[in-house]
């Protein structure tokens, strides 16, 4: 048998193609630079924005969004600048930062933001102090609004120097809420609460965006808003419309027979005793102008004779009760209501409920009267009461139960709104009236204040002077949260942090070294 031979033959080593290595190594480069180049486009111009904070801290109200959407800012054709001079060691530095920059982007570039930190860019602080003319103020974000070249500070006849109205300082005193704390019992210590950031930036923009307040007057000498719960309810009013940029003045309607064309509306809060004719004449003069407005809280029970009389006329007629109700035999006399969708201004707290502390009488709404109709009046229920509540006409007798012929059964309502003219026409929409009549007049005591009071009321006031993009759920203070922590308990979080943990990595690295010498 014979054996085969059988002969390998090597085959020749092919050639290393560098170039063509190369050309593909430089291609993979260049892919890879378009898709990092390309993905950062599509980051930076079509990505998704979300507050996790607990309470969407850093996200604005609707009433903000709605007001940087508005004509106000939209159509502007000079941004409005705004200079945040803080330092980024302060507490409100963050918060301060992120806020505005929401700003500028719900603004869509009406909003222009500058970050400077007066630590590491002392120049330009220099620069912009001496351009408004700052030299006390440490902290603060200002916002010019100017439409013009007109100079940033003003002087008068007395060489007085002021900041040009469309100039704006939102201090950042002003962003918090502080409040004097003990510690250890000993010494006391000025520490932040709470912030009110948003409520102070959309106020102080609002007034550089309009130049000067508006003016609300109260009717001082009918109004019994002081006398009855005191100074600190007048100050509350106050503090409202201030962060509506609406400034309350005193009108005594006695001493004048007209009242002035530079108000934006009248306020009569609480009234006790009833206007003369003389009065009730120059209401009635007040009312017939073109954008009139007339806010009234009455204070439950019975309305003056004349007054009630005026309001009647307008559609909505306050009775002589008590709103009260009762539940498992126990007397209800905190009024409850559901806000209506009948106007636009409460479009945000429609369908949710709220309560009047104090005394609220039942209002009767006549809408779609037409009568009312044909001398161009509108009333609408703002307010509807709870079920379960009646509007009780012999209150304080200890017997309150509802009678069919005595009482007034619902429905009915707490609140109501009134507009004077066609304001579905836009030729005539800006020269319509309106009047808000509100059944309480409590709900301004501080120790009573419920959120979606004030914002109601808020609304209220911007819808009656024309500033509708305003209305709405407002800003929220925003609290600081603390953990009741022992200090036992604070002692055994610090051992876990520098004992245990470190001496976990160390146990575990040391396993994993002994396993990879074996």
């Known amino acids: 048998m014979s054996e085969s031979t059988f002969e390998t033959q090597e085959k020749p080593t092919r050639p290393?193609?560098?170039?063509?290595?190369?050309?593909?190594?430089?291609?993979?480069?260049?892919?890879?630079?378009?898709?990092?180049?390309?993905?950062?486009?599509?980051?930076?111009?079509?990505?998704?924005?979300?507050?996790?904070?607990?309470d969407s801290d850093y996200s604005l109200s609707p009433s903000t969004k709605r007001y940087l959407a508005d004509k106000a800012i939209a159509s502007r054709e000079r941004p409005v600048k705004w200079i945040m001079e803080l330092k980024r060691t302060s507490p409100l530095f963050e918060r301060v930062r992120a806020i505005a920059e929401e700003y500028e982007r719900e603004s869509k570039g009406k909003i222009q933001l500058e970050v400077v930190d007066p630590m590491r860019s002392k120049d330009r602080c220099e620069e912009i102090n001496a351009a408004y003319g700052l030299s006390l103020v440490r902290e603060f974000l200002v916002m010019d609004a100017r439409s013009d070249d007109s100079p940033a500070i003003t002087e008068d006849a007395n060489k007085v120097k002021a900041l040009n109205p469309h100039v704006k300082l939102a201090l950042a005193e002003d962003m918090a809420v502080f409040s004097v704390e003990e510690v250890k019992g000993k010494a006391r210590e000025r520490k932040a609460t709470a912030f009110q950031i948003e409520d102070v930036?959309?106020?102080?923009?609002?007034?550089?965006?309009?130049?000067?307040?508006?003016?609300?007057?109260?009717?001082?000498d009918k109004s019994r808003i002081e006398g009855q719960t005191g100074e600190a309810t007048r100050k509350s009013l106050e503090e409202l419309l201030r962060f509506q940029n609406v400034e309350l003045v005193d009108l005594r309607l006695s001493e004048t027979t007209e009242i002035p064309a530079d108000l934006s509306g009248v306020i009569l809060a609480a009234p006790k005793y009833d206007l003369s004719d003389e009065e009730i004449a120059s209401l009635e003069q007040y009312w017939?102008?073109?954008?009139?407005?007339?806010?009234?809280?009455?204070?439950?029970?019975?309305?003056?004779?004349?007054?009630?009389?005026?309001?009647?006329?307008?559609?909505?007629?306050?009775?002589?009760?008590?709103?009260?109700?009762?539940?498992?035999?126990?007397?209800?006399?905190?009024?409850?209501?559901?806000?209506?969708?009948?106007?636009?201004?409460?479009?945000?707290?429609?369908?949710?409920?709220?309560?009047?502390?104090?005394?609220?009488?039942?209002?009767?709404?006549?809408?779609?009267?037409?009568?009312l109709h044909a001398r161009r009046i509108y009333p609408v229920p703002l307010i509807?009461?709870?079920?379960?509540?009646?509007?009780?006409?012999?209150?304080?007798?200890?017997?309150?139960?509802?009678?069919?012929?005595?009482?007034?059964?619902?429905?009915?309502?707490?609140?109501?709104?009134?507009?004077?003219?066609?304001?579905?026409?836009?030729?005539?929409?800006?020269?319509?009236?309106?009047?808000v009549v509100i059944s309480n007049s409590g709900f301004l005591m501080p120790e009573s204040r419920l959120a979606e009071n004030i914002d109601f009321l808020a609304s209220c006031v911007n819808w009656l002077i024309g500033r509708e993009s305003l209305a709405g759920i407002g800003p929220r203070p925003i609290g600081i949260y603390r953990l009741p922590i022992l200090d036992a308990q604070v002692s055994f979080i610090n051992k876990v942090n520098l004992f245990f943990l470190p001496g976990g990595l160390l146990l575990i690295g040391a396993f994993i070294w002994s396993s990879r010498r074996v």
């Open 16 to 54: 290393l193609n560098r170039i063509g290595i190369g050309v593909i190594s430089v291609l993979q480069l260049v892919l890879l630079a378009v898709i990092v180049i390309t993905a950062n486009y599509l980051a930076a111009h079509h990505f998704l924005r979300a507050d996790l904070s607990r």
């Open 201 to 220: 930036l959309t106020a102080r923009l609002v007034e550089a965006i309009e130049g000067k307040p508006r003016r609300m007057a109260l009717l001082a």
């Open 288 to 371: 017939t102008r073109p954008r009139s407005a007339f806010l009234v809280m009455l204070d439950g029970g019975d309305t003056p004779p004349k007054l009630k009389a005026f309001l009647r006329s307008k559609g909505v007629t306050p009775h002589k009760d008590r709103v009260i109700s009762r539940v498992k035999n126990q007397l209800v006399t905190n009024a409850r209501g559901t806000f209506t969708k009948k106007v636009d201004f409460t479009r945000d707290l429609a369908g949710q409920s709220t309560e009047f502390p104090g005394a609220s009488c039942s209002l009767e709404v006549r809408e779609g009267d037409e009568s």
């Open 384 to 435: 509807d009461a709870a079920a379960g509540f009646w509007g009780e006409t012999k209150f304080g007798n200890g017997r309150e139960e509802f009678s069919e012929i005595d009482d007034f059964k619902p429905p009915f309502q707490l609140a109501a709104g009134v507009t004077r003219g066609d304001a579905f026409d836009d030729r005539f929409a800006n020269e319509t009236s309106h009047m």
